[in-house]
């Protein structure tokens, strides 16, 4: 069992900047994909970025590309997502994950964290 806590969130006028923050406890952070998911109010929930374990090849989500960038740190135990451009239609809960391997369905991660609130104003 891998326990995640994100953190970082928080409300910013758009083409501002936040940098999300994921800290694992538990099983080894190095033996998981990581990825970012985020759902906004009425909407399901979606992939937004990633990266393996494996490897340090990231995946983004078109609506993201360019503007935010996934990194993980399994020295610190820790995911990161900044973002950068933000706009208003980026205002969501964002959600740490791990799962056994890199995709973008949100069927495929079993370790969740709580979230954390991203507000985007015009």
């Known amino acids: 069992q891998v326990h995640l806590v994100e953190s970082g969130g928080g409300m910013v006028q758009a083409g501002g900047s936040l940098r999300l923050s994921c800290a694992a406890t538990?099983?080894?952070?190095?033996?998981?994909?990581h990825a970012w998911f985020r759902q906004a109010p009425g909407k399901d929930r979606e992939f937004v970025a990633g990266?393996?374990?494996?490897?340090?090849?990231?995946y983004y989500a078109d609506s993201v590309k360019g503007r935010f960038t996934v990194s993980r740190d399994n020295a610190k135990s820790s995911g990161f997502l900044q973002m950068n451009s933000l706009t208003p239609e980026d205002t969501a809960v964002y959600f740490c994950?791990?799962?056994?391997?890199?995709?973008?369905?949100?069927?495929?991660?079993?370790?969740w964290g709580q979230g954390t609130q991203v507000t985007v104003s015009s």
């Open positions: 538990g099983r080894p952070f190095s033996n998981f994909a």
């Open positions: 994950a791990a799962g056994v391997v890199l995709t973008s369905n949100v069927r495929d991660y079993n370790h």
């Open positions: 990266i393996g374990w494996r490897t340090s090849t990231p």
